[in-house]
């Protein structure tokens, strides 16, 4: 049970530390424009329109990472428990789904958004399969 627990806390922690990692790299490569100190709704959305094709590609790219990282650390801490693993697939779901509704983003983010958590989520199960239950 700790390790379960445990997996799943670790997962998510680990999840959004890829999240954060993976986004400071996308600013360094692709910076962005300029953003008022308290910016309105449609400042907000004018700088995500503005913004480099990179870096909404690795806003994405990142969502896709932290998942497949945390649920992977959570699947290898728990020896394999289905549910550590869904609670940080889950939670990153979440995450992902409540800054995209926080500002306007393009279509394709939204579905790539939604998309590459679960994707992600597959794919460690690949690498560390679910406990025989």
């Known amino acids: 049970m700790t390790r379960k627990i445990v997996g799943a806390v670790v997962g998510i922690v680990l999840a959004m530390l890829v999240v954060a990692l993976v986004q400071m ?3 360094t490569l ?4 300029e953003i008022p100190e308290n910016p309105s709704p449609a400042q907000l959305r004018e700088a995500v329109l503005a913004a480099p094709f990179g870096a909404k590609a690795m806003v994405v790219l990142s969502w896709f990472l932290g998942a497949l990282f945390g649920v992977w650390a959570a699947l290898r801490i728990s ?3 289905r549910r550590s693993a869904l609670v940080v697939a889950g939670a990153v779901l979440l995450l992902t789904i409540a800054v995209l509704l926080s500002v306007s983003h393009p279509t394709w983010m939204v579905a790539g958004g939604l998309f590459v958590p ?3 989520t597959f ?3 690949r690498i560390e ?3 025989e239950a």
């Open 129 to 131: 399969p679910f406990a």
């Open 25 to 27: 790299v996308g600013h």
């Open 118 to 120: 679960i994707l992600a």
């Open 79 to 81: 020896n394999g428990a």
């Open 123 to 125: 794919l460690a199960t």
């Open 30 to 33: 692709f910076p962005e424009p």
